[in-house]
C-alpha cells in the first residue's frame, strides 16, 4: 500500500500567517492528491483535488502544490475559521490512504 | 443538494454484528460508487471499503476484509456496511462518502455524510 507522511504534526500560528502543510507519497502517485479540512465533530471537507484544483467555494487563500510524491497545502493568510485538522489524501490505487492528520491552532 | 445520512451505529459487544446504512438524495445515485471511511475517538481518517455503482465492484481494506461486508440498494439510494465479528479496535465514527470520477479514476470523496458512532465494548 502506498504510505503517506503528513508534516507537521500539529503546527501553532497566528491569524494573518502563511501556513504550509507538506505530505509525501512513499511512491508517485502522480497529481492524485486531495486535502481535507475536518473541525471537531464534524465531517471532513473537501478543499482541494488532483493536487492544486480548489472546489468550489473554498477560499482562494488555499491552494495546493506538487506532483510524485511531494505535496504542499499552502494557507496565504490564515483566518480565525481555518483552524482545524488538514489531510491529505492519495487516490492513485485502491489503498486511498490518508495521512495522519495536521492540527494548525492557535498560536 | 448531495445530502448523505449515516444511521445504525451503537453499542455492541466484542465479537458481535451491525448493519450501518447511509441514505443518499440529491444525486444519481447509480451513478457514483460510493465509500465509507471510519475515525476512532481522537485518531486519523482511514478508509474501509468501497463499491461500484452497479454493485459489481467491491474493494475492501486489509484491517476489515472478511468481516465486513459493503452492498448497496440503487432502488432505494441506499449504501450498507455489515460489519461481523466486531473488535475493540473497530470503535470508530463511520462515514460514507460519495465518489467522484475524472479522466477514469473514481476515488475522490467529494461529499460526506455526518457520521455515526460505533463502540466496540463489553
Known amino acids: 500500500d502506498i504510505q503517506m507522511t503528513q508534516a507537521p504534526s500539529t503546527l501553532s500560528a497566528s491569524v494573518g500567517d502563511r501556513v504550509t502543510i507538506t505530505c509525501r507519497a512513499s511512491?508517485?502517485?502522480?497529481?492524485?492528491l486531495a486535502w481535507f479540512q475536518q473541525k471537531p465533530g464534524k465531517a471532513p471537507k473537501l478543499l482541494i483535488q488532483k493536487a492544486s484544483s480548489l472546489q468550489r467555494g473554498v477560499p482562494s487563500r488555499f491552494s495546493g502544490s506538487g506532483s510524485g510524491t511531494e505535496f504542499t497545502l499552502t494557507i496565504s493568510s490564515l483566518q480565525p475559521d481555518d483552524f482545524a485538522t488538514y489531510y491529505c489524501?492519495?487516490?492513485?490505487?485502491?489503498?486511498?490512504?490518508f495521512g495522519q492528520g495536521t492540527n494548525v491552532e492557535i498560536k | 443538494e448531495v445530502q448523505l445520512v449515516e444511521s445504525g451505529g451503537g453499542l455492541v459487544q466484542p465479537g458481535g454484528s451491525l448493519r450501518l446504512s447511509c441514505a443518499a438524495s440529491?444525486?444519481?445515485?447509480?451513478?457514483?460508487?460510493m465509500n465509507w471511511v471510519r475515525q476512532a475517538p481522537g485518531k486519523g481518517l482511514e478508509w474501509v471499503s468501497s463499491i461500484s455503482g452497479s454493485g459489481d465492484y467491491t474493494y475492501y481494506a486489509d484491517s476489515v476484509k472478511g468481516r465486513f461486508t459493503i452492498s448497496r440498494d440503487n432502488s432505494r439510494n441506499t449504501l450498507s456496511l455489515q460489519m461481523n465479528s466486531l473488535r475493540a479496535e473497530d470503535t470508530a465514527v463511520y462515514y460514507c462518502?460519495?465518489?467522484?470520477?475524472?479522466?477514469?479514476?473514481?476515488?475522490?470523496?467529494?461529499?460526506w455524510g455526518q457520521g455515526t458512532l460505533v463502540t466496540v465494548s463489553s
Open positions: 489524501q492519495q487516490y492513485s490505487d485502491d489503498s486511498r490512504t
Open positions: 462518502a460519495k465518489a467522484d470520477c475524472d479522466s477514469g479514476v473514481c476515488r475522490l470523496m467529494d461529499y
Open positions: 440529491g444525486l444519481s445515485f447509480i451513478s457514483h460508487a
Open positions: 511512491q508517485s502517485i502522480n497529481i492524485w
